[in-house]
């Protein structure tokens, strides 16, 4: 069994996509994937190193199935577990919400004890606000496949890198 459990909601496939990325930058043998449409409440305790990744829809929404995968979560005790978030957003057209969604999920995760780790400086994003943007940092990796999923690569890269300290 891989160490690092990375759960993903998709519409689009976007989320998805970045998912793969992720595990593919750590290691094939490092990671093991689930779509949260599959997932259950064993299949996330299994790991004490776990990735959540979602977009954000419209103005503060999260992905539906993510959504409905919170109810799944709330059975867990996150107490001990390092759990890092990535979130998909449009840093143009919701530049007030950029990726607001992963800010919800990190606030929902601190009130289960849950320790967050792999923050993201700003600089090199363009958006006027987000609930993600706590302290002057994000939350976890921001991904804007829209107007630069030429940085994608490089972003999630350093984020690994970052990850693979703190996870240990």
């Known amino acids: 069994m891989a160490n690092i459990g990375i759960f993903y909601g998709t519409t689009t496939g976007n989320t998805e996509n970045i998912a793969v990325l992720i595990r593919k930058t750590f290691g094939e043998d490092a990671a093991d ?3 949260v449409d599959l997932a259950e409440k064993g299949d996330v305790e299994k790991y004490n190193y776990l ?3 979602l977009s954000t829809w419209g103005v503060s929404d999260l992905q539906d199935d993510f959504e409905d ?3 799944t979560l709330e059975e867990i005790d ?3 577990k390092k759990v890092a978030l990535f979130g998909l ?3 143009s057209t919701y530049s ?3 990726v607001d969604a992963m800010g919800i999920l990190y606030e929902w995760l601190l009130k289960r004890n849950a320790n967050i780790v792999g923050s993201v400086v700003r600089q090199g994003y363009s958006f006027e606000n987000s609930l993600a943007l706590v302290k002057g940092k994000l939350v976890g990796l921001a991904i804007d496949e829209e107007y630069e999923n030429h940085l994608t690569r490089e972003r999630v890269a350093g984020w690994v ?3 693979k300290k703190e996870f240990k």
Request: a negative charge.
């Open 33 to 35: 994937i689930m779509n």
């Open 51 to 53: 990735i959540f990744g």
């Open 69 to 71: 995968f919170l109810e």
């Open 78 to 80: 996150f107490t001990g």
């Open 89 to 91: 957003g449009d840093q």
């Open 96 to 98: 007030s919400t950029f």
């Open 161 to 163: 890198e970052l990850l």
